[in-house]
T-cell receptor, first 112, second 115 residues
Framework: DADVTQTPRNRITKTGKRIMLECSQTKGHDRMYWYRQDPGLGLQLIYYSFDVKDINKGEISDGYSVSRQAQAKFSLSLESAIPNQTALYFC???????????FGSGTRLTVV | DQQVKQNSPSLSVQEGRISILNCDYT??????FLWYKKYPAEGPTFLIS?????DKNEDGRFTVFLNKSAKHLSLHIVPSQPGDSAVYFCAAYAYPGGGADGLTFGKGTHLIIQP
């Protein structure tokens, strides 16, 4: 099994729908992250969490929400999806924040 | 405003030659720098890192150089191999007190190794 598992791998949804992307990790780290990658752009931080009670906004959090259900689980929600949220989404975990990042394989989301 | 810049979207290098990927940053609070490699349909994987107190770090075929005064770092791959063909992301981190947690990434450089 992968250290960081993201589901689904691919998803097509309609504008206005609510959608949840899920992430689970087996590394045992406290810190978890959600990043978004657009074509030709780098990864941008959406939300991060130091532990189940500590969740923080990243640079592009508008239109997104997260839930840290357990140390190993961190889900990302789009309350009302819009086409410009079409992107590749990555979940990651790190023991320190500066190093040791393990990324999932990504969720390709298309909003039509 | 991009804080980590990779100005070359792509780079083509002949197998066996040196690949040099460049990265510039603007935030002087960054004190740790990393390079990640990404293949299609996979997440980024860690390649090499360097602390701001050093100017060079080497790991096998990979060497990262840091010029703090110029706010510039580069990744050297010698010799380049076909398996090195991937997208390379430069990333930076500011330790707590210097900003939010998480890495700040550049846009990436697509390295293509020609046989």
């Amino acid at each position: 099994d992968a250290d960081v598992t993201q589901t689904p791998r691919n998803r097509i949804t309609k504008t206005g729908k609510r959608i949840m992307l899920e992430c689970s990790q087996t590394k045992g780290h406290d810190r978890m992250y959600w990043y978004r990658q657009d074509p030709g752009l780098g990864l941008q931080l959406i939300y991060y969490s130091f532990d189940v009670k500590d969740i923080n906004k990243g640079e592009i959090s508008d239109g997104y929400s997260v839930s840290r259900q357990a140390q190993a689980k961190f889900s990302l929600s789009l309350e009302s999806a819009i086409p410009n949220q079409t992107a590749l989404y990555f979940c990651a975990t790190s023991p320190t924040g500066s190093d040791g990042y393990t990324f999932g394989s990504g969720t390709r989301l298309t909003v039509v | 405003d991009q804080q980590v810049k990779q100005n070359s979207p792509s780079l083509s290098v002949q197998e066996g030659r040196i690949s040099i990927l460049n990265c510039d940053y603007t935030n002087s609070m960054f004190d740790y720098f990393l390079w990640y490699k990404k293949y299609p349909a996979e997440g980024p994987t860690f390649l090499i890192s360097i602390s701001s107190i050093k100017d060079k770090n080497e790991d096998g075929r990979f060497t990262v150089f840091l010029n703090k005064s110029a706010k510039h770092l580069s990744l050297h791959i010698v010799p380049s191999q076909p398996g090195d063909s991937a997208v390379y992301f430069c990333a930076a981190y500011a330790y707590p007190g210097g900003g939010a947690d998480g890495l700040t990434f550049g846009k990436g450089t697509h390295l293509i190794i020609q046989p």
